[in-house]
């Protein structure tokens, strides 16, 4: 079957990008007809372009405030009939039937109203029906109908009908169809989980079935590993959309790889913790430099002090905007790094990363609050769900259970640290001082051994310093080489029936421990 021209075409639109322009160039370079509906045939007739109201098609009127206008035999028969089927056309004929070969629909915009807070009577009258309807009967006869749902294919589709008399080729058309279904799947589904939201008898974050959209971003070289075949999608339907790495701005750099994009969030999701600026240094998932104080290029600096061998080739992330001065802090460093993620760079921060080339620098243009989101983790034929991670606990909350009480700078930096620990993976041991990792142990099966690894790396400096604890100590072994390497304040979050054991372990050390109750694992 040739490919057939476009004479007729059907436009309802709620996003009216380019629509004018569209219809403009449909008619005058190809004589086509317009046909539309509504708010659509009026901005389309305001241009002066032709349009023939839909009502004057179907011989009904738009009726019910709108709710019934295009589902109607004259267009959808128009739409659904097999161009090379005599009976189909026969039947088109005997009715009095024309064909439509392009359909141009997008659908009312029902997440943004639901997102907006409207009531639920609005959120229902912003379901679309008559568009997912003509855009289902068209794509399912992508083999004479064109449908098209997004204004940025509209200058693709008319430099294909200049370059095919006029027509659109059957590729085109299949994969324009396929992104019909694509759309209508995403929409239903956004629907049917507001719904269930709304009718469930209390608020639950989990429906019976989910639906998430996600739009390829990028196909990657590799997975973790070069074996391993990888790519990257989006999270359409996240509501912090406008601020996460899924979305930030790149500067400059190779593409991000697997494990880029890991590291990255990890760094970002660790920064977000922070009120004052701060820097967060992660290598292999684990920051190994974290810092806040009241200058962001230094606590870069004392970042790079915790572990200046492991931030090598690391990521870093801030929650301020990266200027010169912080670029001239790590070009001092001869710190190489694979990436930074922070909410903006400066012009001259750009401009002196250009020497490296190679590094990849990402902009999210601003700062969403941590936690309250759900996230995702597969498992082999599954898929974990949870809202996200997030110190929030009120400190007024907190209990102090040993005889020494933390002073107030104590509390300060047992505050701090506690934030940390969050970001580093169970069982978390993490020793900080003067708002600074000196020491971090974590991903051990045992809760000891963590802490030997961070007073090690901490050595001299783990005198006078604080220690956080992801979770509870269940022996007092782990609290003793803290102690024993001259902490003087803990915080975790208490739970343990050995809980005590360890307040005796720290009252016989005179050191303050804080029980917050609540537990940050990060598996």
Not at 331 to 344: H, L, M, R, S, Y
């Given at each position: ?421 969050k970001s580093v993976k169970s069982n978390a041991i993490l020793i900080a001082k003067d708002h600074a990792t000196v020491g971090a142990g974590g991903g051990q099966p045992n809760r000891v051994n963590s802490a030997r690894i961070a007073v090690e790396q901490a050595g001299e400096k783990a005198h006078g310093a604080v220690a956080a604890s ?54």
């Open positions: 079957m040739s490919n057939p021209q476009i004479k007729r075409v059907l436009m309802s639109v709620t996003d009216k990008t380019g629509v004018v322009d569209f219809a403009r160039s449909l008619v005058e370079e190809f004589g086509a007809e317009i046909i539309s509906t509504g708010g659509t045939a009026k901005v389309i007739a305001e241009a002066g372009i032709p349009v023939t109201p839909i009502d004057d098609v179907t011989q009904f009127p738009e009726m019910m405030d709108g709710r019934v206008k295009t589902l109607h035999p004259k267009v959808h028969g128009g739409l659904l009939a097999k161009r090379n089927n005599p009976d189909h056309m026969a039947q088109a004929a005997e009715h009095g039937i024309e064909m439509i070969d392009m359909v141009v629909v997008n659908l009312y915009a029902f997440q943004k109203t639901v997102d907006s807070g409207a009531d639920f009577a609005t959120c229902i009258e912003n379901i679309d029906i008559g568009g997912p309807s003509m855009l289902r009967s068209a794509a399912k006869n992508f083999e004479s109908v064109a449908v098209v749902t997004d204004p940025a294919t509209y200058d693709a589709i008319l430099e294909e009908m200049r370059n095919n008399d006029g027509a659109t080729t059957k590729e085109t058309r299949a994969a324009l169809a396929l992104a019909v279904f694509q759309t209508t799947a995403a929409y239903d589904g956004a629907i049917a989980a507001w719904m269930e939201q709304q009718l469930a008898e209390d608020e639950d974050r989990f429906p019976s079935q989910l639906t998430v959209k996600l739009t390829k971003r990028q196909g990657l070289r590799y997975g973790e590993n070069p074996h391993q075949e990888a790519a990257f999608y989006a999270r359409d339907d996240y509501k912090g959309a406008e601020h996460s790495l899924a979305h930030a701005v790149q500067h400059q750099g190779k593409e991000l790889s697997y494990n880029n994009y890991l590291d990255l969030d990890a760094a970002w999701t660790a920064v977000r913790e922070y009120t004052e600026p701060a820097c967060v240094i992660v290598k292999h998932l684990t920051p190994c430099g974290v810092c806040e104080c009241d200058d962001v290029t230094e606590a870069y600096k004392r970042a790079h002090e915790c572990d200046p061998v492991s931030a090598y080739g690391g990521v870093m992330a801030f929650n301020r905007p990266v200027t010169s001065d912080t670029v001239v802090a790590i070009f001092e460093n001869k710190q190489f790094v694979e990436g930074i993620i922070a909410p903006e760079f400066s012009g001259d921060a750009l401009e002196m990363y250009k020497a490296k080339k190679n590094a990849r620098l990402l902009s999210t243009g601003g700062v969403n609050p941590a936690g309250s989101e759900v996230e995702f983790r597969s498992v082999e034929g599954g898929l974990l769900c949870q809202t996200s991670d997030a110190v929030a606990e009120d400190v007024a909350d907190f209990t102090i259970p040993t005889k020494r009480k933390p002073t107030e700078e104590e509390m300060a930096e047992l505050l701090f640290a506690w934030k940390a620990c992801d979770a509870f100590f269940p022996f007092r072994d782990g609290f003793d080489v803290l102690a024993q390497a001259g902490v003087t304040a803990v915080i975790q979050p208490g739970g343990s029936i050995r809980d005590d054991e360890v307040i005796a372990a720290a009252d016989e050390q005179g050191v303050a421990m804080v029980f917050t109750g609540h537990r940050h694992f990060r598996h």
